[in-house]
T-cell receptor, first 117, second 113 residues
Framework: GAVVSQHPSRVICKSGTSVKIECRSL??????MFWYRQFPKQSLMLMAT?????????EQGVEKDKFLINHASLTLSTLTVTSAHPEDSSFYIC?????????????FGPGTRLTVL | GENVGLHLPTLSVQEGDNSIINCAYS??????FIWYKQESGKGPQFIID?????DKRQGQRVTVLLNKTVKHLSLQIAATQPGDSAVYFC????????????FGTGTKLQVIP
């Protein structure tokens, strides 16, 4: 199978601090990873597309300076929420597509619950 | 903008019965559709997918039907079990080049023992 992990699974931080979330593809290489945000009882909203070795592509309305994405290797992408505020509290989920795959199936991580006090 | 929507936000089904979850999509360019299952506090789990050149695809206890004429997608779960209780999302995308996936609003499936 294709396994995607996220770390940490839960994080609580004070307002104004920065939080880094890691997304790893454990048994495959992923040129492209995606970051989603999900508020309670709502659907997943794509925040950005993370490409290995290049700048991320952000969706409309997502501040690139607030949500820093680094895709440094074919198995790791990080999302840093800078100067977090309570309204950033959400469930952050990443997904990855297998490099060279002939399908478009995205494999999702288990998510990271961020709570900003 | 384009969106994928669901008709029923909550579906309650007796254990052992069949479940049908519906989804409408609006992007006529979408040619690849996926159903995901999401349990509370977890990430989405791939269930089954279908491409636009097909009308039906079957998996283990699940069947996806695609009606391109009316832009409608459905997920059928046979002999629903308590472990099937979750939120189900349909998603659409244009295949190739790692196109972004657009998720529907989700349907919560409650299985009554």
């Amino acid at each position: 199978g294709a396994v995607v992990s996220q770390h940490p699974s839960r994080v609580i931080c004070k307002s104004g601090t920065s939080v880094k979330i890691e997304c790893r593809s454990l048994d495959f290489q992923a040129t492209t990873m995606f970051w989603y945000r999900q508020f309670p009882k709502q659907s997943l909203m794509l925040m950005a597309t993370s490409n290995e070795g290049s700048k991320a592509t952000y969706e409309q309305g997502v501040e690139k300076d607030k949500f820093l994405i680094n895709h440094a290797s074919l198995t790791l992408s990080t999302l840093t929420v800078t100067s977090a505020h309570p309204e950033d509290s959400s469930f952050y989920i990443c997904s990855a597509t297998r490099t060279g795959s002939h399908t478009d199936t995205q494999y999702f991580g288990p998510g990271t619950r961020l709570t900003v006090l | 903008g384009e969106n994928v929507g669901l008709h029923l936000p909550t579906l309650s089904v007796q254990e052992g019965d069949n479940s049908i979850i519906n989804c409408a999509y609006s992007n006529s360019a979408s040619d690849y559709f996926i159903w995901y299952k999401q349990e509370s506090g977890k990430g989405p789990q791939f269930i089954i997918d279908i491409r636009s050149n097909m009308d039906k695809r079957q998996g283990q206890r699940v069947t996806v039907l695609l009606n391109k004429t009316v832009k409608h997608l459905s997920l059928q779960i046979a002999a629903t079990q308590p472990g099937d209780s979750a939120v189900y999302f349909c998603a659409e995308t244009v295949s190739g080049g790692y196109q972004k996936v657009t998720f529907g609003t989700g349907t919560k499936l409650q299985v009554i023992p």
